[in-house]
């Protein structure tokens, strides 16, 4: 695929994923009355990304999918399955321990139960925990879009910019939410602000979880934990729960999702700066493939 190719494709995509997913949602909301906070409206905008990645494989740039990562890879990828299934849990411990020792939360998990009809908390989050998996697909609306298509193909030989522009674009599609219903900010122009600096560290990590396992699967697996654990549990507890704005739960889902980056980011340094001292003498130059070959950097 040329560079040309590649920019006409990257257009295309981003024309019909956003003409399509804004007329639908200000459709849904101002033409025909539904509400955006239903998961069956919101299915439609979930999965544009994906369909608009499609149309551009298939007609636009028609270079097929084989760079797609639509094969699941269980045997390699299987530990990055189990830290996209369980990381959400942990950053939802985080994030309440955190508002915690803030003062902002008495740990009270009584909310959750009124949440879900009287079940126990603790049978609730495995409940959640169990669902995950059953809505990947769903959620590989979005990362079949957006980490599997768009992203390698922003910034080429520049990948931590790639990054960071494509959670630049996928928050901005997310914008018109703040607008429709399905999202409130007591400050919009701050609330958005802070909802795309969460979504830079979400990208961050999806990004990490795709590139260590080759599979669009387990960044959706991810994203799924990100919207039923993390966002929902957080929200009931400290929103409905201790009655905090949005825009300080987001803050307060964001600070473990930047503390994992920055973990992740010294552990990579840590790994080549290993790798160069094992190298020895023969240094970059080594005909060893362990050492030449490309890493991916968020």
Not at 14 to 28: D, E, T
Not at 136 to 158: D, M, S
Not at 259 to 284: D, F, H, I, M, Y
Request: aromatic share 12%; with cysteine; glycine share 10%.
């Amino acid at each position: 695929m040329t560079s040309r190719t590649g920019k006409q494709g990257v257009a295309a995509f981003l024309v019909i994923c956003f003409g399509a997913s804004w007329a639908y949602i200000f459709a849904a909301r101002f033409a025909w009355g539904l509400s955006l906070q239903n998961p069956l409206v919101q299915l439609p905008f979930g999965l544009m990304p994906a369909a608009a990645a499609t149309v551009v494989r298939r007609w636009v740039t028609r270079e097929g999918f084989a760079d797609s990562g639509l094969r699941l890879r269980w045997r390699r990828a299987w530990p990055y399955y189990l830290a996209a299934w369980l990381g959400p849990l942990a950053l939802t411990a985080a994030t309440l321990g955190l508002a915690a020792a803030l003062g902002l939360w008495a740990p009270d998990l009584s909310p959750l139960r009124e949440f879900a009809g009287g079940m126990p908390p603790w049978a609730f989050i495995l409940v959640l925990m169990a669902v995950v998996p059953l809505l990947t697909p769903v959620y590989a609306g979005e990362e079949f879009g957006w980490t599997g298509y768009l992203r390698p193909r922003l910034c080429p030989g520049r990948p931590a910019r790639a990054t960071a522009v494509t959670a630049l674009v996928w928050a901005s599609w997310h914008f018109p939410l703040a607008f429709t219903g399905y999202i409130e900010f007591s400050g919009v122009p701050a609330g958005l602000l802070f909802w795309t600096v969460s979504f830079l560290f979400q990208e961050m990590i999806l990004v990490r979880l795709y590139a260590g396992s080759g599979s669009v699967w387990v960044a959706s697996l991810a994203h799924a934990g990100n919207n039923m654990v993390l966002s929902l549990v957080s929200g009931v507890l400290l929103s409905d729960g201790a009655g905090l704005g949005t825009t300080s739960v987001t803050l307060l889902m964001t600070a473990p999702m930047a503390a994992t980056c920055a973990a992740l980011s010294v552990t990579a340094k840590l790994r080549k700066r290993g790798a160069r001292e094992s190298a020895g003498p023969q240094g970059p130059n080594s005909a060893d493939p362990a050492h030449s070959a490309p890493e991916v950097t968020v």
